[in-house]
Nanobody
Framework: QVQLVESGGGLVQAGGSLRLSCAAS?????????MGWFRQAPGKDSEFVAA???????YYADSVKGRFTIARDNAKNMAYLQMNRLKPEDTAVYYC???????????????????WGQGTQVTVSS
């Protein structure tokens, strides 16, 4: 199994930045896993944010392209989401996800991803 733990959320003013971290662990986890970030705002469905393949290919939702950057450190089993120029509409709980075969399926679909973290709250004030 794979365990994912997010950190780095908080309250920030519009235009500010935050960096989310996702620590992966577990007997079966390896650098062959794709990593992704999703978010869910109150009363809304879960929304794809970004994903990175085992080889470093990045994929972003249009709503965050140019503002957010996903990265991974395979030596540390970590994934990151650098969020710049934050907007109030970015307010949500952000979830880290992992799956060995994510890039062989639609990465934007929650059903593509097998493992999920517990989430971290990001609040952007106007």
């Amino acid at each position: 199994q794979v365990q994912l733990v997010e950190s780095g959320g908080g309250l920030v003013q519009a235009g500010g930045s935050l960096r989310l971290s996702c620590a992966a662990s577990g007997r079966t986890f390896s650098s062959s896993y794709a990593m992704g970030w999703f978010r869910q705002a109150p009363g809304k469905d879960s929304e794809f944010v970004a994903a990175i393949s085992s080889g470093g290919t990045e994929y972003y939702a249009d709503s965050v392209k140019g503002r957010f950057t996903i990265a991974r450190d395979n030596a540390k089993n970590m994934a990151y989401l650098q969020m710049n120029r934050l907007k109030p509409e970015d307010t949500a709980v952000y979830y880290c996800a992992a799956d060995r075969s994510a890039f062989q399926r639609p990465v934007v679909a929650t059903t593509t991803w097998s493992f999920w973290g517990q989430g971290t709250q990001v609040t952007v004030s106007s």
